[in-house]
């Protein structure tokens, strides 16, 4: 049996790509996404849009992202 649901979300803000999306507890979501170049955040969502949580990192988190030039040490 496939269980399937619809929520439409509109964000407060605009994100340049979200990533991986996930349903989390109580009809809420949290999402791996971009706020602009080498700048990742993860988002803790309501249904209403309202962002309960949101941490940017300043170096990608993404795994499967390109790498920077930054990020490698050549011995």
Do not use: W
């Not at 605009?14 to 988002?43: E, H, W």
């Not at 962002?51 to 990192?57: D, T, V, W």
């Amino acid at each position: 049996m496939i269980l399937k649901s619809e929520t439409r979300v509109k964000l407060p803000k605009v994100y340049r790509k979200i990533m991986y999306l996930y349903p989390a507890y109580n009809n809420t979501f949290v999402f791996l996404g971009s706020l602009g170049l080498r700048q990742d955040c993860v988002t803790h969502v309501d249904a209403d849009g309202n962002i309960l949580f949101e941490k940017s990192f300043h170096v990608p988190m993404d795994t499967a992202g390109m790498l920077s030039d930054r990020e490698f040490i050549l011995l």
